[in-house]
């Protein structure tokens, strides 16, 4: 069974500081790979993609991937309290399948 | 540009009442369309996807249903819904195969 894991957290970082998001997959062919927001009582939000090996920078966001390690990772600068929300990770095996989400992990950004 | 419109927000049903909730997308054409579940302390459960007219795959197995009537028509339904099947609905679409999805404001349904 495909699975994509997340730790659930809460994570809770003081403002201003880097918070660290990580979601490990368990399908070594997994092609793209996302990062949703999700406030609380809203649908998700897609606010990084990412698909080859390396970093890639958004603003204060920062996607990073190994596929090598099956493991990807959003880091968020400056964090602020209206980051707080829970950030989904989801994994595409290949084309013609549907997203597969990690349960998410919770931010909580304390001003 | 693209939109996705999903109703009703909210939905409260008794058990074994039917249930009917339509999501339609606005500015593109022949869109890939799913329906997932979210319950409470759950993840995103895919439930159905669509690649085109009439062309439904199912994930879980389950006394819900889809229907794809239009091009941009996304209909989810049950005959009978069961207390189970409360939780947070959403649809969303996505363009070329390996995009990311763009997700409706929502239905939560309770089922009572």
């Known amino acids: 069974q495909k699975e994509v894991e997340q730790n659930s957290g809460p994570l809770s970082v003081p403002e201003g500081a880097i918070a660290s998001l990580n979601c490990t997959y368990s399908?070594?062919?997994?092609?793209?790979f996302f990062w949703y927001r999700q406030y609380s009582g809203k649908s998700p939000e897609l606010i990084m993609s990412?698909?080859?090996?390396g970093d890639k920078e958004d603003g204060r966001f920062t996607a990073q991937l190994n596929k090598a390690s099956q493991y990807v990772s959003l880091l968020i600068r400056d964090s602020q309290p209206s980051d707080s929300a829970t950030y989904l990770c989801?994994?595409?095996?290949?084309?013609?399948?549907?997203?597969?989400f990690g349960k998410g992990t919770t931010l909580s950004v304390s001003s | 540009s693209q939109t996705i419109h999903q109703w009703p927000a909210t939905l409260v049903q008794p058990v074994g009442s039917p249930l009917s909730l339509e999501c339609t997308v606005e500015?593109?054409?022949?869109?890939?369309l799913y329906w997932y579940r979210q319950a409470a302390g759950r993840g995103l459960q895919l439930l159905f996807y669509?690649?085109?007219?009439?062309?439904i795959s199912s994930e879980v197995p389950q006394n819900l249903s889809a229907s794809r009537p239009q091009d941009r028509q996304f209909i989810l339904s049950s005959k009978k819904l069961l207390l189970s099947d409360s939780g947070f609905y959403l649809c969303a679409w996505s363009g070329a195969a390996n995009y990311g999805y763009t997700f409706g404001s929502g239905t939560r349904l309770t089922v009572v």
């Open positions: 399908d070594r062919g997994s092609q793209s």
């Open positions: 990412i698909y080859s090996n």
């Open positions: 669509s690649v085109g007219i009439g062309q």
């Open positions: 989801a994994v595409k095996i290949q084309a013609g399948t549907a997203l597969i």
């Open positions: 500015g593109t054409s022949n869109p890939n």
